[in-house]
């Protein structure tokens, strides 16, 4: 069974950091592209970024290019996002969202997401 | 690319059948997918490749379209069915719909 387990969400003021975490199990994690999906409080759904199956490509959505950094470790099958120089409307479910593919960039498998609250 | 969904809101009866539009402002060729979302879960795929359903939909939901207009029908309306459906296109860089809530009439 395909799981995601996200976690490091919080409440943080603006300007500074956090560092998200999906664990994920049940399926070859190194066979598939990853995604960082986000959801603010009440609002539809904004892809954030992506990554590929090495690593060695990285994606990323205008409104986030520059102050967040995807990365993966294959190794752990874990998937990460830093999130730097955060503002307020970055205050969202963050979901970690499997590939049907290699870099498909459409997701089969979601988690259960982490609150992120950007706020002073 | 901006994907626009209509209506925002339907209401209809169980049993009744339901068809959800998107329209890209640009061509997408057959790369998009839809998804369900129930209040507090995660998004669900349902069909991708614009009429492919995902592994373990039910046979009543189907996709249709390509090029700029799409649709999302289901034919005979479930309790579990009610919910917000959103259209995401993979083409270039994805974007999602707006979304549609599909409530109990």
């Known amino acids: 069974e395909v799981q995601l387990l996200e976690s490091g969400g919080g409440l943080v003021q603006p300007g500074g950091s956090l560092r998200l975490s999906c664990e994920a199990s049940?399926?070859?994690?190194?066979?598939?592209?990853m995604n960082w999906v986000r959801q603010a409080p009440g609002k539809g759904l904004e892809w954030v970024s992506g990554i590929s199956r090495s690593g060695d490509s990285t994606y990323y959505a205008d409104s986030v290019k520059g102050r967040f950094t995807i990365s993966r470790d294959n190794s752990k099958n874990t998937l990460s996002l830093q999130m730097n120089s955060l503002r307020a409307e970055d205050t969202a479910v963050y979901y970690c969202?499997?590939?049907?593919?290699?870099?498909?960039?459409?997701?089969?498998?979601w988690g259960q997401g982490t609150l992120v609250t950007v706020s002073s | 690319i901006v994907m626009t969904q209509s209506p925002a809101s339907l209401s209809v009866s169980p049993g009744e059948r339901a068809t959800l539009s998107c329209r890209a402002s640009q061509s997408i060729s057959s790369n998009l997918a839809w998804y369900q979302q129930k209040p507090g879960q995660a998004p669900r795929l349902l069909i991708y490749g614009a009429s492919t359903r995902a592994t373990g939909i039910p046979a009543r939901f189907s996709g249709s379209g390509s090029g700029t207009e799409f649709a999302l029908t289901i034919s005979s309306l479930q309790s579990e069915d009610f919910a917000v459906y959103y259209c995401?296109?993979?083409?270039?860089?994805?974007?999602f719909g707006q979304g549609t809530r599909l409530d109990i009439k």
């Open positions: 969202a499997k590939d049907v593919g290699a870099t498909s960039l459409h997701f089969d498998y």
């Open positions: 049940g399926f070859t994690f190194s066979s598939y592209g």
């Open positions: 995401q296109q993979y083409n270039n860089w994805p974007t």
